[in-house]
């Protein structure tokens, strides 16, 4: 067999899942041999019928077969596929040599434990706490939103509702993930990618997430990183969720004792619960928000680099993590070489911020010039696609958008 000394041709695969990320990259050597890494299978806007077709393409793009699988975060919209039945086993089949995942899907950081094991430092094992702590939370509003969404305006309930329900555990694609591979890679900021042997003349190298330990931007306004903030805002929601009064008009706190109509109360009394259901509905709206940033900012950022060109595909990375990896001189020296940027979190702008931005080299208004993949759908998450950014895309790279696909459910871009 000829020496693999680095691939002489390079592509990656769009497949159409809507507001969603999958994409199978495919690295051929001298020798007919083809090395694939396929990151990501998830949506929130398909069902189970599209992605049965996106997973079966999978397989014959795949010829059966990647040598590594990645997931970049737990958000459903990233990893659904992997726990939907019938297509998780379809996706284990692939049998992968490594799965890759960032590091607070570690699996022996039991956020129950008491204390922190020897895996993990303190400060990571409270953010594993905090993380669970959060998706409980996510999970009793998408239980019970009429409940823990008291006060809040239906348009803007169904916003949140939309986001929360991107944070619960998906705890079947996680299972999923821990059967397959024959080993797998938990990664952080600078740690070895898991992929070294299995791309002969690729640099691959990790970006993102950083830890703690290595830098607290991560944290967002809402303290998120805070195990005790975030089991009290689970409790509570489970709590008014067990509490409330139920349709036939008796509380399952106060079970003998009847309710009364709000609109029959009192003025003064329906001023109080007004102003206490605009408090809820205000911390409701952060809290969503910290959670859904705080879940992004743990993407695995991966860098490719072949012949001096990179391909970049950050996840749903946003600003807070993007800060730790352009802090690196090194890191922005390589990112000018990208060729290829999937557009992190489906066109959201910070999740593309300027800094990053402007390092690219191949961003110009004529050919040849940066490849960009924008993987979303409009209407789904507001303001998501941003169009400034979309605007700026089609300017200055040659853009393939999902967004204007019909009736198409892939396709392969050479690098």
């Known amino acids: 067999m000829a020496r693999r000394t680095k691939p002489r041709n390079v592509s990656v695969t769009m497949y159409n899942v809507g507001f969603g990320d999958c994409f199978l990259l495919s690295f051929e050597y001298a020798d007919s041999d083809v090395r694939r890494v396929l990151i990501d299978c998830g949506t929130t806007s398909e069902r189970k019928p599209h992605m049965t077709k996106v997973?079966?393409?999978?397989?014959?793009?795949?010829?059966?077969?990647?040598?590594?699988?990645?997931?970049?975060?737990?958000?459903?919209?990233?990893?659904?596929?992997?726990?939907?039945?019938?297509?998780?086993?379809?996706?284990?089949?692939?049998?992968?040599?490594?799965?890759?995942?960032?590091?607070?899907?570690?699996?022996?950081?039991?956020?129950?434990?008491?204390?922190?094991?020897?895996?993990?430092?303190?400060?990571a094992h409270r953010q594993r706490v905090a993380l669970r702590e959060a998706q409980k939370f996510a999970a009793h509003l998408v239980a019970e939103p009429d409940r823990v969404l008291a006060g809040v305006a239906p348009r803007e309930r169904r916003v949140l509702e939309k986001i929360a329900a991107l944070s619960i555990p998906n705890k079947k694609a996680i299972l999923c993930l821990a059967g397959m591979g024959k080993r797998r890679a938990y990664v952080s900021a600078g740690s070895r990618s898991g992929l070294e042997d299995l791309l002969p003349g690729v640099r691959v190298s990790v970006l993102g997430p950083p830890t703690l330990a290595q830098t607290e931007t991560i944290r967002t306004q809402t303290q998120w990183d805070s195990d005790e903030f975030w089991k009290l805002w689970a409790g509570l929601a489970g709590v008014s969720a067990a509490h409330a009064p139920t349709a036939g008009g008796r509380s399952a706190l106060f079970p003998r004792s009847p309710t009364r109509s709000i609109a029959r109360a009192q003025s003064f009394v329906r001023w109080l619960v007004d102003k206490a259901d605009s408090a809820n509905g205000h911390n409701v709206r952060r809290i969503v928000r910290a959670m859904d940033g705080a879940l992004n900012n743990t993407s695995v950022v991966l860098l490719f680099e072949v012949d001096g060109k990179g391909l970049l595909f950050p996840g749903d990375a946003q600003l807070e993590n993007w800060q730790y990896a352009l802090a690196s001189k090194k890191n922005r020296q390589r990112l000018r070489s990208t060729a290829l940027y999937k557009v992190g979190h489906h066109g959201s702008t910070n999740a593309t911020p300027q800094s990053l931005w402007k390092l690219f080299r191949g961003r110009k208004a004529r050919p040849p010039r940066l490849?960009?993949?924008?993987?979303?759908?409009?209407?789904?998450h507001q303001g998501v696609p941003r169009k400034s950014l979309v605007d700026a895309l089609e300017e200055k790279t040659d853009l393939y958008c999902t967004q204007s696909w019909r009736g198409k459910l892939s396709e392969t871009i050479t690098v």
Do not use: M, N, Y
């Open 371 to 380: 490849i960009t993949l924008l993987s979303t759908e409009k209407g789904c």
């Open 55 to 123: 997973v079966d393409r999978i397989l014959t793009d795949s010829g059966g077969h990647v040598d590594a699988v990645v997931v970049t975060h737990r958000h459903q919209d990233h990893l659904s596929a992997f726990g939907l039945a019938g297509l998780g086993k379809k996706l284990a089949s692939l049998d992968p040599e490594v799965v890759i995942q960032p590091w607070t899907e570690h699996p022996e950081a039991d956020p129950q434990a008491e204390a922190a094991p020897a895996v993990l430092t303190a400060a």
